[in-house]
């Protein structure tokens, strides 16, 4: 009787054994699944914070870039054709203007060198817009419609309250400018329309641009899978990835397109965007509207 009771209590302590060894095994792997849960979500945000970066390089270099070819153009091109235009000045007070050809030739030459100049400042604005540094947003997108508007043949209109636009970094304030271009220019090219509308707001939150046109829209989901035709598209995502943005399309269930862009604002800055002058060397996810 002794012995079968010591067997039950033997057999007992032994489940009992096996059952807090299987408790602890349950326990280890579950703390191991939720450690190794945290190392690959540690890693993927490593991933991501290192494909981030690597993009703000490549926008950064293209900047810099820009502003390297914008100070070629005005140091070099641009000096020398003010050299020209001043060595025509000078000719044009020693040559023979009796010969009503040779007068009419001077006369084209110094036109068109006049042209070139203007033309040589118009790229250098446009390669670095120096308004965004001086006056901010909302001013660098009216000077850029106040040019489009030369064009007799499309209207661009621009709706914003200048005082409303808080000044934000030179990353955002240089992003929405850029996506801004990449949008009209886009709809000047692709749309087919000849009204281009444009407005800037901003609440406690968020900056939000919207461009929106009067022309043919277009399939989103096949521009998405077109490598080619996707691309404008694609550097419009990437540069907002890098500021934390968000743009929506609304297309072919309306007239024309309209996209919606979104940013947050920068709170506590507390110093004044960085330079975007072109001549010093400094750095510089998208779904549909609901129909």
């Keep these: 009787m002794v012995n079968t009771e010591n067997i039950q209590w033997a057999i007992f302590i032994a489940m009992l054994a096996m059952l807090m060894m299987a408790v602890f095994v349950i326990a280890f792997v579950i703390y191991y699944q939720k450690k190794q ?10 991933e991501k914070n290192y494909q981030r970066m690597l993009l703000e390089t490549a926008l950064d270099s ?3 870039e820009r502003r390297r070819i914008a100070q070629d153009l005005h140091d070099d091109i641009g000096t020398m054709l003010s050299l020209t235009k001043l060595s025509l000045n000078q000719l044009s007070k020693i040559m023979n203007k009796e010969e009503s050809r040779t007068e009419f030739t001077f006369n084209k030459v110094q036109s068109l060198v006049e042209e070139t100049i203007l033309h040589v400042r118009r790229i250098t ?9 001086q006056f901010g ?7 850029f419609v106040r040019k489009l508007g030369e064009n007799n043949t499309l209207s661009v209109q621009f709706h914003c309250q200048p005082d409303a636009i808080p000044r934000q970094s030179q990353k955002v304030e240089l992003t929405l400018y850029r996506i801004m271009q990449e949008l009209v220019n886009n709809a000047i090219k692709h749309s087919q329309g000849n009204e281009i509308e444009i407005e800037l707001l901003a609440d406690k939150d968020k900056i939000q641009l919207l461009v929106s046109d009067n022309g043919r829209g277009f399939d989103l989901r096949a521009v998405r899978e077109s490598k080619r035709a996707g691309l404008g598209l694609r550097s419009i995502e990437s540069r907002l990835s890098v500021v934390d943005g968000v743009m929506q399309y609304h297309t072919l269930s309306v007239p024309g397109c309209r996209a919606g862009i979104q940013v947050p604002i920068e709170r506590n800055r507390g110093k004044k965007p960085e330079p975007l002058h072109p001549f010093r ?3 510089s996810r998208v779904q549909d509207f609901p129909s």
């Design 137 to 143: 947003l909302a001013a660098a997108i009216e000077d």
């Design 125 to 133: 604005r446009d390669l670095v817009p120096t308004t965004l540094e």
């Design 37 to 46: 849960l945290e190392q690959e979500k540690k890693l993927r945000e490593i």
């Design 62 to 64: 293209e900047e810099s």
């Design 281 to 283: 060397r400094e750095r």
